[in-house]
């Protein structure tokens, strides 16, 4: 092995676990326990438009704060598509559902 491979693994493996790092967040604030949110998209989305509003978000998880849907709103426009919820759901390490 060349000794410039010698130097570059060790180094590879040390940034791709600091990017793996526990202490980074999805969110800019402190919010409950993600896992207490782990839904498939469909279920929520009760009217079938795509979407998830905060009406259908707390429908379905009716202890939610305003704050949880918001953090996971990325785009801010008040809905939540299927792009976002999985975002959220991969950044916690949640199961997706078919």
């Known amino acids: 092995m060349k000794p410039q491979t010698l130097i570059v693994i060790p180094i590879a493996l040390i940034l791709l676990t600091a990017g793996c790092s526990s202490h980074e967040k999805y969110h800019r604030s402190d919010l409950p326990d993600p896992t207490a949110f782990n839904a498939h998209f469909g279920d929520m989305d009760t009217n079938g438009d795509e979407l998830v509003n905060w009406e259908e978000f707390a429908v379905h998880f009716p202890n939610a704060d305003r704050q949880v849907f918001n ?16 975002a959220f759901k991969t950044a ?5 559902h078919d």
């Open 92 to 96: 916690h390490g949640l199961t997706h």
């Open 71 to 86: 953090a996971v709103d990325l785009n801010k426009d008040d809905k939540l598509d299927h792009d976002e919820w999985h």
